[in-house]
């Protein structure tokens, strides 16, 4: 077990919290015993010497001659010393079968204070024995003429009081070895789980982004295992995704990098090339410059939506933009013989910026015209539900097949490659419009249109008031 360790804290924990207990254990009891046997033997020997103050009450003068004639009927049992003085504190009588104290002067400070009038007792406890003293006044007409100090010496107690003390600690002890034992399995099983959800961390921190945490239970380290599984979850699947992101985006820009290369390299490999020729090259490849521009645009806009690098929210009226993204696509329509209509209600907004609204409709618009026949049509509309603007663009153009409609988001993915290059698509506009509305809290779906064609379906917050756009 390592010093420093959260296994050791929490057994060192434990240990001290026992030990508490057992030490309160060892103490207690015994102290509560010790007052108890304290008051009982208070009471014994108080009552004892009270019985004995009693029988020499009717004599006026204590002496050798009188009082062992009234002590013999009222000596207690169990106790090992009776003294009795009279008031200048000449012993007259001595239980111990040598009388060897009778004609000397005992000053014991219980009987001083006795023969000042007080009823007096002490007892004491030195591990093997208890040993108490009491001492009270035997008075004739209210005058003090003596006194009456009993002393007894109990080993019996003291013994079981021992032998108590005795078990408790044998049963500490097997308690403190018993939890040593118990508080290490149990540290140990409760930082296994968090050992094994590091070493998961620590393995996905040197990239193996596969690595999960297999903790059992349903304490909180189980929780917290599951919300790292989810979080590598997350991660593999954003790793795999930057990773296809990257791959895709070096294709994407490798392709149209080659065609200018190619193009660049047959015009200065061939002096004899006439004008039109060059001509027809250059206009190649400007337009796979302008591919590749719209590429890098496109990820440019992926990156600040992925970075959250977005403008603040403002109410926006969806009618403006609309109607100015139609102008700008309406050259587009003309030469691929698309028309365009739009019902856009005037007080409809949407809480966005306009770069956010145009960005989505320009697209969807976009791409609806370059996917549609000749003779096809592009309607965009836009109606208020709740708290929701709902706003569709649709088409009755070559539409999307069922089995691509699901993946169409993803960023690169093409229904029909070689169609997309050729209409100078780049695979980035849905992907572009999906996080756009979702950084805005919003929503974006497809789906077949009866007839054909697709329509997409854009669910952003409403705007209420007054705004930007009006």
């Known amino acids: 077990m390592r010093r420093g360790s959260l296994q050791f804290k929490f ?79 000449l012993v007259v009588y001595d239980s111990r079968e040598t009388m060897d104290a009778v004609g000397r002067y005992a000053f014991y400070s ?60 044998t049963i500490s002890l097997a308690v403190g070895a018993f939890v040593v034992l118990l508080s290490l399995v149990l540290s140990k099983m409760f930082t296994r789980s968090i050992e094994d959800v590091l070493a998961a961390i620590a393995h996905l921190r040197e990239g193996a982004y596969g690595a999960r945490a297999e903790v059992r239970g349903n304490d909180e380290i189980a929780e917290i295992a599951k919300e790292f599984n989810a979080m590598a979850a997350r ?61 890098t645009e496109h990820l440019l806009r992926l990156t600040r939506l992925d970075s959250n690098a977005v403008g603040a929210a403002e109410r926006v009226l969806v009618a403006p933009v609309v109607e100015r993204t139609v102008r700008m696509l309406s050259v587009i329509a003309q030469e691929k013989d698309v028309s365009l209509s739009c019902d856009i209600p005037r007080g409809c907004a949407v809480f966005a910026t306009q770069d956010d609204l145009h960005e989505i409709v320009y697209n969807l618009m ?32 070559v539409g999307i097949p069922e089995d691509d409609m699901e993946r169409i988001f993803e960023r690169f993915y093409r229904v029909d490659k070689m169609r997309s290059r050729e209409a100078g698509g780049t695979g980035l506009g849905l992907s572009i419009v999906r996080d756009t509305a979702r950084r805005r809290g919003g929503s974006v779906t497809a789906e077949r249109r009866e007839g054909g064609g697709t329509r997409f379906t854009v669910r952003l917050p409403l705007a209420r008031g007054e705004g930007a756009g009006e």
């Open 110 to 169: 219980e009987i001083v204070q006795a023969l000042s009038g007080n009823d007096v007792f002490h007892c004491a406890y030195d591990g093997t024995s208890f040993k108490s003293r009491a001492a009270s006044p035997v008075t004739y007409r209210n005058q003090t003429i003596g006194a009456v100090f009993a002393y007894e010496y109990d080993a019996e107690q003291a013994m079981l009081l021992r032998t108590l003390q005795t078990n408790l600690r």
């Open 235 to 295: 991660v593999q699947t954003n790793e795999d995704e930057r990773r296809r992101f990257v791959s895709d985006a070096s294709h994407e820009l490798k392709t149209p990098l080659a065609g200018i290369c190619l193009l660049t390299d047959s015009i200065l490999q061939n002096e004899q090339m006439d004008s039109g020729t060059v001509r027809e090259f250059l206009g190649d490849i400007r337009e796979e410059a302008q591919r590749l521009s719209r590429i």
């Open 366 to 397: 976009e791409n609806a015209i370059k996917y549609n026949h000749a003779g096809g049509e592009v309607c965009v509309a836009a109606c208020e539900d709740g708290n929701v603007c709902v706003i569709t663009v649709e088409d009755n153009g």
């Open 11 to 89: 057994g060192l924990s434990y240990i001290l919290i026992i030990a508490a207990v057992l030490g309160v254990m060892n103490t207690y009891p015994l102290l509560v015993s010790q007052d108890m046997t304290f008051r009982a033997k208070q009471s014994t020997l108080q009552n004892s010497v009270s019985v004995m103050v009693s029988s020499l009450s009717g004599i006026d003068r204590l002496s050798a001659e009188n009082v062992p004639d009234a002590m013999s009927a009222s000596e207690a049992t169990g106790i090992s010393r009776i003294l009795v003085v009279n008031d200048a504190g």
